[in-house]
């Protein structure tokens, strides 16, 4: 019987190439998870500098009369589905003065034609699925025309806080 021209390859030779496959796939797995949890903490952190800088510009432009509040108030923004910065249609908290609405109203983070209706402190949602499910900036008047901040998160921890004062983590 004459042998033909096999072309191809043998049963061995697939199994070797499927086991490379699989343990590259397990070497290069957990950092490209890695790599996709950074960029969605970026995403967090550029979407909490903006509420930052909204509230700060705000604060010193000379053609609002608005004085930035003495007391505590918060915007927090939770993780969720949304394609972009989102007001919620929840409000949570104490009644507060609508000074952050309207910093981020004038910044355009949030629609102009969102009523304000004596509610409660801010709440938006971001996109974003980083590790943390909500994170939280404080703000009040640092008594010399500027904003104060303090920032924390959820699940507890300190690296938003370290990461908005320009700590490295």
Not at 4 to 25: C, D, P, Q, R, Y
Not at 31 to 56: C, F, G, P
Not at 118 to 142: A, H, M, N
Request: proline letters at 5%; hydrophobic letters at 40%.
């Amino acid at each position: 019987m004459k042998k033909g021209n096999n072309k191809g390859f043998s049963l061995i030779e697939l199994i070797i190439v499927i086991a490379i496959m699989a343990v590259l796939l397990v070497i290069l797995l957990p950092s490209y998870l890695r790599y996709v949890e950074r960029s969605r903490v970026a995403t967090d952190m550029t979407n909490a500098r903006k509420i930052v800088s909204a509230l700060q510009i705000y604060a010193i432009d000379p053609n609002v009369e608005e004085m930035p509040p003495t007391a505590h108030q918060r915007v927090t923004v939770f993780a969720s589905d949304s394609p972009t910065l989102n007001p919620g249609t929840e409000w949570y908290g104490s009644r507060v003065d609508t000074y952050a609405v309207h910093a981020l109203k004038a910044a355009g983070l949030i629609p102009q034609d969102m009523e304000d209706h004596g509610r409660f402190y801010p709440v938006f949602f971001c996109q974003s699925r980083s590790t943390w499910d909500s994170y939280t900036i404080e703000y009040w008047s640092d008594g010399q025309g500027g904003i104060a901040f303090e920032f924390d998160q959820e699940p507890a921890g300190d690296t938003f806080k370290n990461m908005m004062l320009g700590n490295k983590e």
